[in-house]
């Protein structure tokens, strides 16, 4: 069982920066592919990224490339979510997810644990 617990969400103007954190327990953290997606009120849950289990390679969805930058350090067994020229549609809560699968790369279907998720909402 693997248990994640996200952290760093908040109120920010648009054009701020937020950095979150997803500390992981119950499993060997480099062994996890780990991802990032968000989810606005009332709409379907987007993928934002995901890293390997050494951070040699990391992918964004279209939405994100250039604003957000996903990183690792598996000594803290953490992930990070930096998010920088957040706008209002960046409003959500965001989670992490933890992929057990001989994968190198996650997507939203094959992450098998996620986190409690945290609120991010950007003001305009």
């Known amino acids: 069982q693997v248990r994640l617990v996200e952290s760093g969400g908040g109120l920010v103007q648009a054009g701020g920066s937020l950095r979150l954190s997803c500390v992981a327990s119950?499993?060997?953290?480099?062994?996890?592919?780990m991802g990032w997606s968000r989810q606005a009120p009332g709409k379907e849950p987007e993928f934002l990224g995901s890293?390997?289990?050494?951070?040699?390679?990391?992918k964004y969805a279209d939405s994100v490339k250039g604003r957000f930058t996903i990183s690792r350090d598996n000594v803290k067994n953490t992930v990070y979510l930096h998010m920088s020229s957040l706008r209002p549609e960046d409003t959500g809560v965001y989670y992490c997810?933890?992929?057990?699968?001989?994968?190198?790369?996650?997507?939203?279907?094959?992450?098998?644990?996620w986190g409690q998720g945290t609120q991010v909402t950007v003001s305009s």
């Open positions: 890293i390997s289990r050494y951070g040699a390679v990391i």
């Open positions: 119950g499993h060997t953290f480099s062994t996890l592919v």
């Open positions: 997810g933890a992929d057990l699968n001989p994968v190198q790369i996650a997507n939203q279907q094959s992450i098998d644990y």
